[in-house]
């Protein structure tokens, strides 16, 4: 896990809402599983698994207004 | 220099008026040393004004008893600058609009990382004329003598390389306003702070941490900046410790010292042959950056004074650690324990000052589970030589999970409160009671339990030398 072995990216999940869900990992599945740790049963379940796209940290505040 | 009561005496020079923020009364009577460290974004940018016959007078929030002792200062000027933190906002929220009270035509001009993360709250505010966003040394001295030229809000510019900084003129800080804190103050350098002998230079070689964790993300707002060049490092020290020493020791405020290994080689071959003395110094890095360069850090450790060694180390659990996206694992917090342990043993059996952790924690982490918390004060209890530094964790805007947090109606946090408060509750859903009766030793027996095994499991000490 560490960044030299295994860096992390940043994630924009779909959800159903229309919102989207910041995470971050190693990968999309990766991301999903660290957001599983905080999320509910019924937050994970508004997210939309196949639909997100990756982003830079850089970035990251260009997105901020469509967190959900 | 200060009046019958004690408090200090302002005198004018300019028109031009430099804030400094922070709590009422931090330079009175403060209540711990940190609130005492001088803002090097207001060193710099005053500096770079003075240098460009930009007179400015200073004057800080932190130097006066209260809002009114305060407002009674500010007539009469035209302009007031301020740097503002999220942590600082609430008090350079009110001194702006106690200023535009005085100086209806005066203009306030606010720039700092609050501005850059947080500036639909700064926008709403009617009483902050000017607005800049991320670094403003190279556009201040155009702004200040020319404001009708830029926007209300508008995009600063940095410097590429902090080669390119002039060395912060330490007379322009804020001084101590009070005799009795005059006399350990050490101004223009700084009070000691328990971290080694005062007098204190607290000194930047770099900017921005680029990893990701997302309790921070400032690389998501500074550009990449050149660090300093460890010959100005030491140049500066050395000048420091000639006119306003002699120096005690130093405070590298790098968010992350430990990282670009070659400048840290230079560091390591220069400092101890060209500075007028090696003084002990605190600086910060990463689990992952020690366990990745071990003969670095011991090498830096043991032969340039590195004696107090900050490190996020956050959580002792890997769940935790993941979704703090801090890319560091409980084994990599462990390889830099032990092996900072090991130093520190051998150093003290040759008489001389072991390193110790300055070990910085977070607790109350949503999702963070009761066993998450055990680990991670059991990780503080295998340090040998520490000071903790534990706090609840705080969702800044601009941060990513802090937005995230925002986004999904959790923050507690408000303009109102973003002081560093560290045992404010800050989260909806994390249960502070049980991290009260956690820190208060209700949960001593179950901690201890695990210990031995803790300490003693079995880490693969050969995966660093193949990531090295």
Redesign the interface.
């Given at each position: 896990?560490?960044?030299?072995?295994?860096?992390?990216y940043?994630y924009l999940f779909d959800l159903k809402n229309g919102?989207k869900?910041?995470a971050?990992?190693a990968s999309p599945e990766a991301a999903l599983?660290?957001l599983n740790?905080?999320?509910t049963a019924e937050?994970m379940a508004e997210i939309i698994p196949e639909r997100y796209q990756k982003i830079r940290?850089?970035?990251?505040?260009k997105y901020?207004h469509l967190?959900? | 220099m200060f009046d019958f009561f004690g408090r200090i005496k302002h005198q004018r020079h300019s028109d031009i008026l430099w804030l400094d923020l922070g709590d009422l009364g931090d330079l009175v009577n403060p209540d711990g040393p940190h609130e005492q460290w001088q803002d090097h974004g207001l060193g710099l940018l005053r500096t770079i004004l003075h240098q460009n016959d930009i007179q400015t007078d200073i004057l800080s929030t932190r130097a006066v008893r209260s809002w009114p002792e305060l407002r009674k200062l500010l007539p009469g000027y035209r302009i007031m600058l301020m740097n503002v933190r999220s942590y600082t906002y609430p008090s350079g929220l009110k001194a702006a609009q106690l200023f535009k009270e005085v100086n209806p035509e005066g203009l306030v001009m606010a720039g700092g990382m609050h501005a850059t993360v947080a500036l639909d709250e700064m926008e709403a505010i009617a009483a902050f004329d000017k607005i800049c966003q991320g670094p403003g040394e190279e556009v201040i001295v155009d702004l200040v003598r020319n404001p009708a030229q830029f926007p209300r809000v508008f995009l600063g510019k940095g410097a590429r390389s902090m080669a390119d900084w002039p060395a912060i003129d330490r007379t322009l800080w804020p001084k101590p306003a009070s005799r009795h804190l005059k006399r350990t103050f050490n101004w223009p350098l700084e009070p000691e702070c328990g971290w080694g002998p005062a007098p204190v230079a607290t000194i930047l070689t770099s900017r921005v941490c680029p990893?990701?964790c997302?309790f921070c993300?400032e690389?998501?707002?500074i550009p990449n900046m050149g660090r300093r060049p460890v010959d100005m490092v030491i140049d500066e020290l050395n000048y420091l410790d000639r006119m306003h020493g002699p120096l005690g020791s130093v405070v590298i405020h790098d968010s992350m010292f430990f990282q670009n290994p070659s400048w840290l080689e230079e560091w390591l071959e220069k400092y101890p042959r060209r500075a007028n003395k090696v003084w002990p110094y605190w600086a910060a890095a990463?689990s992952?950056t020690v366990?990745?360069w071990p003969e670095l850090y011991e090498a830096l450790v043991r032969e340039t004074n590195w004696d107090t060694v900050s490190i996020g180390f956050e959580s002792g659990s890997?769940?935790?650690?993941?979704?703090l996206?801090k890319?560091?694992?409980e084994d990599?917090n462990l390889f830099t324990i032990e092996l900072t342990n090991r130093i520190g043993d051998d150093l003290e059996r040759q008489g001389k000052q072991p390193p110790r952790f300055w070990a910085n924690i977070m607790l109350g982490?949503?999702?963070e589970l009761p066993e998450d918390a055990f680990k991670t004060l059991r990780m503080l209890k295998t340090m040998k030589r520490v000071f903790p530094s534990i706090s609840f964790y705080a969702p800044y805007p601009?941060s990513?999970l802090g937005?995230?947090l925002?986004?999904?109606g959790k923050s507690l946090m408000s303009k109102d409160n973003y002081h560093r408060f560290p045992d404010d509750e800050k989260v909806a859903g994390v249960d502070y009671g049980f991290y009260r009766e956690l820190l208060a030793g209700k949960y001593d027996h179950e901690i201890n339990r695990g210990l031995e095994e803790y300490q003693t499991r079995d880490i693969n000490f050969a995966e660093a030398l193949t990531?090295a």
């Open positions: 896990m560490s960044s030299f072995s295994n860096p992390h940043m919102k869900k910041l971050y990992g599983d660290i740790i905080r999320l937050e940290q850089r970035e990251l505040q901020v967190l959900g | 990893w990701q997302v993300n690389s998501s707002y990463r992952d366990r990745q890997d769940r935790i650690l993941r979704l996206n890319e560091c694992t990599d982490i949503p999702g601009g990513a937005n995230q925002i986004a999904e990531k």
